[in-house]
């Protein structure tokens, strides 16, 4: 948790701002939640102008106030509010990956899983060898030695992309595919880069031999692997517990499970929101616990979640927890480019680094990047192509520059991996290390404000509105867009079902757009899928489509519709 930071406190004391240290820090508290307020209007002010997006503005008032505060208490510190680096992992990037997997639009995110995983994990081991390598041979000529594992993290720490600036110019209607190929290559990025650095935490400060890459890779598998069934597993727990509590009484006769259900409906949209919250939240400490990525388990429970749960639970729950996970994911992100901003002017590792080596490791940071962004986002989308037999499915040279341009940012998980790797509780007693620290907040603010503000002109002019087209989906296929009500004059309408009845009644085999669609050769396994999900996993777990409607029930006297579902 977070602890009050001395010179502040004293200056507070003796102005009469804090009579003890409690006090004291219900001020700062106080006064951290006020610059995030500033920083949701400011932002909401900001939103048509050209450079700026909510990160940006996020920083630049992070770096006003650390000056401020640097002022105030003498020059000793420029710091709110003092924490340990655990806080980013435990309390901060949880909501932030549950969302990304909660709101993510699984269609499209699906549909192009192929490209996305070359992008994400792929290119996540390319740039890590790339940035690994050149900061083995380029930083003993900047005077600046490091151990083995060291080299490792770093190539780690700056292969985590940061896209939202990007995505808040994309539109999802207007460039379906170029916005779930940034979006998707996102989220999976930072899931892959946490699991490889948690794999290379677990080296010695031995030298790096083939033996032990290939052990690293195993383990790497193993993280990977265990993290993402877990999570699944917490996702179809929620689901099957939601709706079994719900649909109790038409499942069990008995009348315990009756006296269950009426108590669930009870107030059911507060444990229903509470259900899904905590099990998201459980699911990351599980993982945790063994020694797993949370980070990967709280993705893919949000996933499963959004699939199945979500269609469990109550209008009023839907919409609530649509927009709660949505809020808590952006707060959590303004917290920490605001921390970052302050820490940019941390004077106690800026005595303790070598400035002049910590501005010539930033430029060589950046221009790796550069370079293995490069080294995988054109390569790989050439081999994208070459297996996509449809024109409108095949990435074209200006979407691959802006899939380029937007893994060029550097945000959260970067920062929250070097303050893990290279600080203790926030602070450092070693040079090299603080030295590495300074360098990284250097590249995040660079890369955020610098590359932030030229990627709405960038976008602008590389896709004008002419070359971008409304995606025709009229099937909702996340939280952030579905559509809630199924009711149409009173009768309630369940797209999965009608159609099917209605072409077997004519005597004509469902052929829709999606099917038609689904004709590519990447459509079997989702195809299998599909009816897989419709035989077994929706009928258990629920999910959109299977409302159970029995005699006797609230809604049987309703006119029941089916049709296909997401």
Avoid at 138 to 160: C, D, E, K, Q, V
């Amino acid at each position: 948790m977070a602890d009050y930071v001395g010179p502040l406190h004293s200056w507070l004391i003796k102005n009469g701002l804090g009579e003890s240290v409690n006090h004291t820090l219900v001020v700062s508290i106080s006064l951290f939640v006020t610059l995030i307020c500033a920083c949701i209007v400011l932002g909401h002010l900001l939103e048509e102008v050209k450079w700026a997006s909510e990160s940006i503005v996020s920083l630049i008032l992070g770096v006003g106030t650390g000056f401020i505060v640097l002022i105030i208490s003498g020059g000793k510190n420029s710091h709110i509010l003092q924490f340990n680096e655990e806080l980013f992992f435990i309390y901060l990037l949880p909501p932030i990956i549950f969302n990304a997997g909660f709101q993510v639009k699984k269609k499209h995110f699906f549909r192009n899983f192929a490209s996305i995983m070359l992008y994400g994990a792929a290119g996540v081991f390319i740039s890590f060898v790339i940035i690994s390598f050149g900061c083995r041979y380029i930083f003993p000529h900047l005077g600046l030695n490091l151990a083995p594992r060291s080299y490792l993290a770093l190539g780690t720490i700056f292969s985590a992309t940061d896209t939202v600036c990007t995505l808040q110019v994309l539109s999802q209607d207007e460039t379906p595919l170029l916005y779930s190929l940034v979006f998707g290559e996102g989220v999976v990025n930072d899931a892959t880069s946490v699991v490889l650095f948690r794999t290379i935490q677990k080296l010695g400060t031995a030298s790096i031999n083939g033996l032990t890459a290939l052990g690293m890779f195993a383990d790497f598998i193993y993280l990977f692997l265990s993290s993402t069934v877990l999570g699944v597993a917490a996702g179809l727990l929620s689901a099957y517990i939601i709706k079994t509590l719900y649909f109790g009484r038409y499942a069990f006769q008995f009348k315990f499970f009756k006296l269950c259900d009426e108590l669930f409906r009870r107030h059911s949209t507060d444990r229903e929101i509470a259900i899904m919250t905590l099990m998201a939240y459980l699911s990351y400490m599980i993982a945790e616990l063994f020694y797993l990525s949370g980070i990967l388990t709280v993705f893919f429970c949000g996933i499963v979640m959004s699939h199945y749960t979500w269609h469990n639970v109550t209008e009023s729950s839907r919409i609530t927890t649509k927009h709660t996970f949505a809020t808590m994911s952006f707060i959590a992100e303004t917290f920490i480019f605001l921390y970052v901003g302050m820490d940019a002017l941390d004077l106690e590792k800026w005595r303790l680094a070598d400035k002049r080596q910590s501005f010539s490791i930033f430029g060589v940071v950046i221009a790796l990047v550069l370079v293995s962004r490069a080294a995988f986002v054109f390569p790989l989308s050439a081999v994208a192509n070459f297996f996509t037999r449809s024109e409108a499915g095949k990435i074209t040279i200006r979407q691959q520059v802006i899939i380029w341009w937007a893994g060029l940012i550097r945000g959260a998980v970067s920062i929250a991996l070097a303050f893990n790797e290279f600080t203790r509780s926030g602070s450092t007693i070693f040079p090299d290390n603080a030295t590495l620290i300074t360098s990284t907040i250097i590249a995040v603010l660079f890369s955020t404000v610098v590359f932030g503000m030229i990627t709405k002109p960038l976008i602008g002019w590389l896709l004008p509105p002419h070359m971008r087209r409304p995606a025709v989906d009229s099937e909702p296929s996340s939280p952030k867009e579905a559509n809630i009500d199924h009711t149409v004059d009173g009768n309630l309408e369940l797209p999965l079902l009608t159609e099917r009845l209605q072409n077997l009644r004519n005597g004509v085999a469902r052929r829709s757009s999606l099917r038609m669609l689904l004709e590519a050769p990447t459509s079997t396994i989702h195809r299998m899928w599909r009816s897989f999900d419709d035989a077994y996993m929706r009928p258990m777990f629920g999910g959109r489509g299977f409302v159970p409607i029995l005699p006797g029930s609230p809604g049987s006297s309703k006119t029941l519709t089916l049709a296909g579902s997401s």
